[in-house]
């Protein structure tokens, strides 16, 4: 039974990405790990031959201990043997419920893929029997997004959904070219007739060629797209590139030959050019067409063009000019299969209208937002939500308000910590006046947040809400996760009248599709009409002073609105000592003897042991001090039980007094530089045979 859920798995997995493998923008291979590692199916672009396999493997029983090191090699050398350009995504995803036979040789496996190869590596987990330190050692950083582990096997498949949901945002579109060409490598196949072709429609050609070079400018220079031309010779006339200058000075000089060469022969060229270039993202390539005449050897033009689409996976679109080309020879050369379709113009002059068609700037195509649907218990549970925060920083704040703000700000993230170390929520800041300025990007790590909020000063200018506002827009789309229940949440605040309101409401408009916009609007400038129209459903708050902004923040984490409407944020903590940091605080002063100090450490044995479940699910830690007159802390919380153990038999009896407050103080600052927040379990067990010197 766990077997079919985990074949259940791969054939979700692999169906979801179906569209990928058949635009040639993703390879799918399988390996299975027993007591051999084992290719069972070559990188493809075949996802019905990859469901095949999977319906005939069958799982090696009687394993305990999984050879995952020699499982990785066998993945490593199918990953390299197909990679199609350094630099090139690529990614291993692994499953397991068993721990490796070599934990080391599996260590140094993943080090090397991870490091030498570049390889993207996710590990899940099922069932407890890995440990939090392997399933890390198998994973690339950050460790909480590529580390996943699940109770049973039948949660695999909603991970698998979850996993790939990004490749189904639209699975009903056909692909357009707009979002195929930007990572691409390109062949412009220019196949004239020169006896039909007159200066000023040789211009245009020209034209149209360089306008393809300068749409892809951005991803040119980032190595992303080569373009190669295929124009009148044996030879491409420039070579698949990513030199902009010798392309535009290549296309400015480029005349119209002596003679039309054959359909037939150009293509041929286009497919020897990109065999012996392979590369690119997604191995994608693409072949624009442009022609006026027709083919010679119309077999050998079906044969060749049926190599180029499918053997070498390139799209081709084909575009014919005048009255000698035949629409059914150019269907035949497109990939009409991948939703392109063959145009006929009548004159050179519609070209200019065909290429503003074809190619857009490729830094600037802004798809829909896509609004993710909310799963009801993770929203519920967790709040799995990114918090933007906008915060005038204008003029017209004075230092000591300003403070204020920077207090609500950390007390914002002190009560979101829970959600940020579980990886369910991102916190971002951008204070704002004449200009925004992103001072922190959206970040789990609490820590960095509250460091950045420190730091940041306020500045003099005016209040551009508009700027501010149109900023957070950027951030949260750039930085969207597509997860299920997801949930976006702009917090604005400001004291100040803004300026260019109308503008500032326009934008908010624009960022209400992707976020739930709460504000706080503090002092009589702020306009309550303002507030109304750039927040969601009137989500704002007035306030007279800045006193009365700390207690707004639970006000605002107490709900967090999405699809499934309005749900706690609030944890439930569970005060289990199993669920919980734990500081271990052993007394030892004079009074305690060496037969009794034996018995303190055979108790903290006792406790590591009776935990080391919950240490390796991570879901505890201990940490480990002792004092008399001084406090030490002999280890910090950890959950190694390992770790523990030996520093518990390294411990020693000290003499002196009993000075408990000291013990607290220490526990205190463990604490505090260790937080998981505020509303997480910590406990302290304080282990003493008598009073504190100083009771008070």
């Not at 791969?10 to 590692?37: D, F, H, P, S, W």
């Not at 074809?358 to 830094?363: A, Q, R, S």
Request: glycine fraction near 6%; aromatic fraction near 8%; include cysteine.
């Amino acid at each position: 039974q766990q077997w079919e859920q985990i074949r259940d798995f791969v054939r979700l997995y692999i169906e979801n990405y179906r569209k990928q493998l058949g635009l040639a923008r993703a390879k799918m291979g399988i390996v299975t790990a027993g007591r051999q590692g084992t290719l069972q199916a070559a990188l493809s672009y075949d996802p019905d031959g990859l469901l095949g396999v999977i319906d005939t493997l069958y799982p090696d029983y009687g394993v305990s201990k999984i050879n995952l090191a020699e499982a990785l090699e066998v993945a490593d050398n199918e990953l390299f043997h197909h990679r199609r350009q350094p630099g090139a995504c690529q990614i291993a995803r692994l499953i397991t419920a068993h721990e490796s036979m070599s934990a080391s040789a599996t260590a140094e496996m993943a080090w090397r893929m991870k490091k030498e190869h570049n390889v993207h590596m996710q590990a899940i987990a099922v069932g407890d029997v890995v440990s939090k330190r392997e399933l890390d050692t198998l994973a690339s950083r950050p460790f909480r997004i590529n580390t996943h582990r699940v109770e049973s096997f039948s949660q695999l498949n909603f991970l698998a959904q979850n996993m790939s949901s990004f490749c189904q945002e639209d699975p009903n579109q056909e692909p357009h070219l707009i979002y195929d060409t930007c990572n691409c490598d390109i062949a412009l196949i220019l196949n004239f007739d020169p006896k039909t072709v007159t200066p000023q429609n040789w211009e245009a050609v020209q034209n149209f060629s360089l306008y393809l070079v300068r749409t892809h400018k951005d991803s040119i220079n980032m190595d992303r797209t080569r373009i190669a031309i295929i124009h009148q010779s044996a030879q491409p006339w420039v070579p698949l590139t990513s030199n902009i200058t010798a392309l535009e000075d290549s296309i400015k000089s480029m005349g119209k030959g002596m003679g039309a060469f054959d359909q037939y022969a150009a293509l041929q060229l286009a497919s020897q050019e990109f065999v012996n270039n392979t590369r690119g993202l997604g191995n994608c390539r693409v072949v624009y067409f442009l022609t006026n005449t027709i083919a010679t050897y119309a077999p050998q033009l079906d044969m060749v063009a049926h190599t180029l689409k499918r053997t070498d996976m390139a799209l081709v679109k084909a575009i014919g000019i005048g009255p000698n080309v035949h629409r059914n020879e150019l269907s035949v050369i497109t990939s009409t299969s991948s939703g392109y379709t063959a145009d006929v113009l009548t004159n050179y002059g519609q070209l200019r209208k065909t290429q503003s068609t074809l190619f857009d700037y490729c830094t600037v195509v802004t798809p829909e937002p896509v609004i993710a649907e909310p799963t009801p218990d993770l929203v519920s549970s967790l709040c799995q939500c990114d918090y933007m925060l906008v915060l005038d920083a204008s003029g017209s704040i004075t230092p000591k308000d300003w403070q204020t703000v920077k207090d609500f700000a950390e007390a914002f993230v002190v009560a979101l910590e829970p959600f940020m170390a579980l990886g369910a929520s991102r916190v971002g800041i951008i204070p704002f006046a004449t200009y925004p300025k992103v001072e922190l990007p959206l970040t789990f790590d609490s820590h960095l947040a509250l460091e950045t909020i420190g730091r940041i000063n306020k500045t003099s200018g005016i209040t551009r809400a508009a700027a501010a506002l149109e900023k957070a827009t950027q951030e949260l789309w750039a930085h969207r996760r597509t997860a299920m229940g997801n949930c976006q949440r702009v917090v604005y605040l400001s004291s100040s009248k803004a300026v260019s309101d109308q503008k500032a409401e326009v934008i908010a408009h624009q960022l209400k599709q992707v976020a739930h916009v709460s504000a706080i609007g503090i002092g009589m400038q702020v306009s309550e009409q303002f507030l109304s129209l750039i927040t969601t459903a009137g989500d704002y708050t007035m306030l007279s002073n800045f006193n009365g902004l700390p207690l707004l923040v639970n006000q605002l984490l107490g709900k967090c609105n999405t699809k499934a409407g309005v749900q706690t944020a609030t944890p439930n903590i569970d005060r289990n000592d199993c669920h919980c940091d734990v500081i271990l605080a052993f007394d030892s002063s004079g009074s305690i003897w060496d037969s009794q100090w034996v018995h303190i450490k055979e108790f903290a044995r006792i406790v590591v042991n009776n935990m080391r479940s919950e240490l390796k699910a991570g879901t505890a830690r201990i940490g480990l001090l002792q004092f008399s007159n001084g406090a030490k802390l002999v280890q910090g919380l950890t959950d190694d039980a390992e770790l523990l153990l030996g520093a518990i038999n390294a411990m020693s009896k000290t003499e002196g007094s009993t000075r408990t407050w000291l013990a607290y103080e220490l526990a205190m600052q463990e604490f505090n530089q260790n937080n998981r927040g505020l509303t997480s379990c910590k406990t302290v067990k304080l282990i003493t045979d008598g009073n504190s010197n100083i009771p008070s």
